[in-house]
């Protein structure tokens, strides 16, 4: 309503969850008087589900808005909009005085502690970090009570603090939580549950407590069996912060502060189909496979044998590189033929992520002998699992005993089975496929628009776009690349950065991720592309928000 005060000056109240049949009837330039009855409160749902209430609020200018202000504020924004918006108390002098404190953390001071207690070898993520304090969903909220859509957490798995999985770990840890050398029915019925979704060659679970760990007990079967710790890799493949795992993973060793390949460590060139030497999708699988002959040749011209290959189904730290049609299969063949085993790298694609199928090394019609399965395996929660042949458990039951002190207890063991358990009533893998496909559609069009971005890959919700000054050259774009992510975060997106030359924009997300949050991610992606330093960064001085 507008209140005329003088020829030069009036104010306005805003009223806002009334309901709609009493506002059908007003129309403007209608004039009330003073004690009218003007509207009726709303009831839920049409109210937008609150319990029935008035938002009442006082506006000094309406800022040249029409049928819509803003009726909330972020945190530092308060000044701003008390500024506008004068206290209520002046036209309901008894209204009840509800103090609500805004409490956010000293950023300065946590970061400037955290360097203090902190190994310095930690990263921070955005060049304005964020101190973040509860999730839900597909959010991240920070101290501040701002929501983020969280793009790039491929933990959460089945969403933020799922409340299932919450209340199972709850219940189970108020009950016990030991470890696997006492009988369990928890620890059994999750191992069957989660042998089920594997080829039935994999059929044996040994549990642990991460990704890296997985890994290491992969190498360490490699080794018992083969008595060998010659292994072959993929470039820039990760697989953990372990000694042995740091050893296979080019990420880490031909990256900052490593050394190299170790000599126990042959390295295959990335089949990226996008910048390699072999672009050809008919043909790349193969030429790239073609590689591990060279690989095993200098292997057992050193006088040793090849323990075996470990890849992860697709590149995460290349750059979420998908691997060309059959380069596992004739990648394994090849290892295969000189009595090496094979391991799939699962730890950031499978639990249904790529859509089409439950594990990622499905993508490539092969069985591995061995599976390794971390991060989104808890939702959260620390664990990690290896998933092997019959014949490589057996193989590697020399003796010595294998024991976790924490790997299958049986709180871990309820989470884990639950996890499972979402994945399948909420269709999970299905939504992964469903708007995986929708989301990549979208950065299609994109890439369409906006010629900076050169390629976009991926299956179901593991997904990424490359960043190029042009298609002929392909030369990197690390500077437009950490803007975007940057600028993103701005809008309440969050987004990283991957790839050898850090100019690949990553998204993998939680499952529940839906339609509705892929279109707002586009948007703001379409904004962005359209902004002056990724449409003209070439002429404009190197610097980035």
Request: charged fraction near 25%; proline fraction near 7%; aromatic fraction near 4%.
């Given at each position: 309503l507008e209140h005329p005060i003088s020829d030069d000056f009036s104010f306005y109240t805003l009223y806002g969850h009334l309901s709609k049949d009493s506002i059908s009837n007003l129309e403007i330039g209608q004039e009330f008087a003073a004690g009218q009855k003007i509207a009726e409160i709303g009831a839920a749902p049409e109210n937008g589900n609150w319990p029935p209430h008035l938002h009442f609020q006082i506006l000094l200018d309406l800022l040249g808005k029409e049928g819509d202000f803003p009726g909330v504020a972020f945190p530092h924004e308060i000044e701003i909009w008390k500024s506008l918006c004068p206290d209520p108390k002046l036209i309901v002098p008894d209204?009840?005085?509800?103090?609500?404190?805004?409490?956010?953390?000293?950023?300065?001071?946590?970061?400037?502690?955290?360097?203090e207690v902190l190994g310095k070898s930690l990263s921070i993520s955005y060049q304005k970090p964020l101190t973040i304090v509860r999730g839900y969903g597909a959010y991240l909220y920070a101290d501040d009570g701002r929501r983020y859509l969280d793009c790039v957490n491929n933990v959460a798995h089945v969403g933020h603090e799922h409340s299932k999985v919450v209340a199972a770990g709850q219940y189970q840890m108020g009950l016990l939580n030991t470890n696997t050398r006492y009988?369990?029915?928890?620890?059994?019925?999750?191992?069957?549950?989660?042998?089920?979704?594997?080829?039935?060659?994999?059929?044996?679970?040994?549990?642990?407590?991460?990704?890296?760990?997985?890994?290491?007990?992969?190498?360490?079967?490699?080794?018992?069996?083969?008595?060998?710790?010659e292994m072959i890799a993929i470039e820039v493949g990760y697989h953990g912060n372990t000694g042995r795992t740091i050893d296979v993973s080019s990420y880490k060793f031909d990256g900052k502060g490593g050394r190299g390949a170790p000599t126990h460590t042959q390295v295959l060139p990335m089949p990226d189909t996008f910048r390699g030497p072999h672009r050809d999708p008919k043909t790349a699988g193969q030429l790239y496979a073609n590689y591990v002959d060279q690989a095993i040749s200098k292997i057992e011209k050193s006088g040793t044998k090849v323990g075996g290959f470990i890849g992860e189904s697709i590149l995460s730290c290349g750059g979420q590189i998908v691997l060309p049609d059959g380069y596992l299969a004739a990648v394994y063949e090849k290892v295969r033929a000189v009595g090496g085993l094979c391991i799939a790298d699962e730890v950031q694609v499978g639990f249904g992520r790529v859509g089409a199928h439950f594990w990622g090394f499905e993508l490539q019609e092969i069985v591995p002998d061995i599976v390794t399965l971390g991060k989104p395996i808890g939702n959260g929660h620390p664990m990690g699992a290896v998933i092997c042949t019959q014949e490589v458990a057996d193989a590697f039951a020399n003796g010595m005993e294998f024991f976790s002190t924490f790997g299958g207890n049986p709180v871990s063991s309820t989470i884990g089975k639950t996890v499972l358990e979402i994945i399948e009533t909420e269709q999970l893998q299905q939504n992964a496929l469903k708007v995986g496909q929708q989301l990549k559609e979208g950065l299609i069009a994109l890439k369409e628009k906006h010629p900076v971005i050169g390629d976009v890959r991926g299956h179901g919700l593991f997904l990424g776009f490359e960043l190029v000054r042009d298609l002929e050259t392909r030369q990197p774009l690390p500077e437009v690349a950490s803007y975007i992510a940057n600028r993103m975060r701005t809008y309440g997106i969050l987004l990283s950065t991957d790839g050898p030359q850090h100019n690949v924009i990553k998204i993998k997300p939680p499952m529940c991720f839906s339609s509705q949050n892929v279109d707002f991610l586009l948007n703001y992606l379409e904004k962005v592309c359209q902004e002056d330093f990724v449409k003209h960064w070439g002429n404009l001085p190197q610097l980035f928000y």
């Open positions: 209204l009840q005085e509800i103090p609500i404190p805004i409490k956010t953390i000293d950023q300065v001071g946590l970061l400037a502690k955290r360097k009988l369990h029915p928890k620890v059994v019925e999750y191992a069957e549950a989660l042998k089920a979704t594997f080829p039935p060659e994999l059929c044996v679970v040994h549990f642990v407590n991460s990704g890296s760990e997985a890994n290491e007990l992969a190498l360490r079967m490699v080794e018992a069996i083969r008595g060998s710790r």
